[in-house]
């Protein structure tokens, strides 16, 4: 050999490297995908919950006996604070269940719906308010935080 030339080793371990790093990056998006993007729709409702919808009684102001929406027609839930400080919950409808309650409600105009998790009325919302639309919006009146936060907790039960 040559002096003042050295001799080289062949490069080794690149490819190893560049296998790991493009497995932590495909990990990582999996991860983001998975986690954070379902989660921007709100949280999901589980199937087993005690939620119900149920025509209110204009005379009574109780819900009714018939259940016109459970736990499993719903895909999702967001419980949020409004521009007042009130405790909000938005329930997204399946499209299932909103044909549903169509079919089951009869016109809109003079019904209102109760919504209740584990019996218990959280909120009303008139039944004008979910024609066309796929989701409730309820206001939680008169419940603190972290009674509402309670009812998030028993929709993903």
């Known amino acids: ?3 003042g030339v050295r ?4 490069p080794r371990g690149r490819l190893w490297t560049l296998a790991a790093a493009v497995l932590v990056f495909s990990w ?3 991860t983001i995908g998975t986690f954070v993007f379902q989660r921007l729709n709100g949280e999901p409702v589980s199937p087993t919950c005690s939620l ?3 025509l209110l009684d204009p005379a009574s102001h109780r819900p009714g006996a018939e259940v016109l929406l459970s736990a499993g027609d719903f895909q999702s839930f967001r419980g949020f604070v409004g521009s007042a400080g009130e405790s909000r919950l938005m329930l997204m409808l399946s499209a ?3 044909k549903r ?3 089951l409600a009869g016109p809109p105009e003079d019904q209102t719906l109760a919504v209740l998790v584990s019996g218990e009325v959280i909120s009303t919302v008139p039944m004008s308010a979910v024609s066309g639309e796929l989701r409730l919006e309820l206001v939680l009146d008169g419940m603190r935080a972290s009674d509402a936060n309670e009812v998030f907790a028993r929709l993903t039960e």
């Open 28 to 30: 990582i998006l999996w």
């Open 96 to 98: 299932r269940g909103l």
């Open 1 to 3: 050999m040559p002096q």
């Open 101 to 103: 309650l169509r079919e």
């Open 7 to 10: 001799a080289t080793t062949p």
């Open 52 to 54: 119900e919808v149920r």
